[in-house]
């Protein structure tokens, strides 16, 4: 089975249908998923920045990572549920789509990425090294791109 027909089996399901005839379960589905996505962008802005070594200094680095990154850890999951109905909702417009493709690369890195930062953080360290800062960099990047791809997902044409 190729992804056209996985697809097209998927969008025959029934939650696929419920989904479809709920007039208002896409909008919804989607503002939580928007919703959640602003929330981990801010959360992994406030922690890069602070693994950078700018913004909330009052606060201990493992305290800070600590609570941030537990945020972000249940905002992924919040993510990954709405985004999974809206792969259920839609299956044609993002599993054959090569930018949702791209997105989930993303995601997989910055997920990475986030991990050794929270590493790093728990050992308190004084000053952030060069590489600190590129990494905290790389994972708002990542996540400004994660934004980017998932908008242009309804602009590119599926495979």
Do not use: C
Request: charged letters at 10%; proline letters at 4%.
């Amino acid at each position: 089975m190729d992804l056209h027909q996985f697809s097209e089996w998927l969008s025959s399901t029934p939650l696929s249908q419920l989904i479809q005839v709920t007039t208002w379960a896409i909008p919804g589905i989607q503002t939580i998923h928007i919703i959640s996505l602003a929330l981990v962008f801010a959360s992994a802005l406030v922690f890069s920045l602070r693994i950078a070594g700018h913004g909330l200094a009052s606060e201990p680095l493992h305290l800070l990572a600590a609570r941030f990154t537990r945020a972000i850890w249940w905002l992924l999951l919040l993510l990954l549920l709405s985004g999974t109905l809206l792969i259920v909702a839609e299956p044609g417009r993002t599993i054959t789509n090569p930018v949702f493709y791209a997105k989930m690369l993303m995601l997989a890195v910055v997920i990475a990425v986030t991990l050794w930062l929270s590493a790093v953080a728990r050992r308190q360290f004084e000053r952030p090294s060069g590489l600190h800062v590129f990494m905290a960099a790389v994972s708002i990047l990542l996540w400004i791109g994660i934004m980017f791809a998932g908008r242009f997902i309804a602009y590119v044409e599926s495979n």
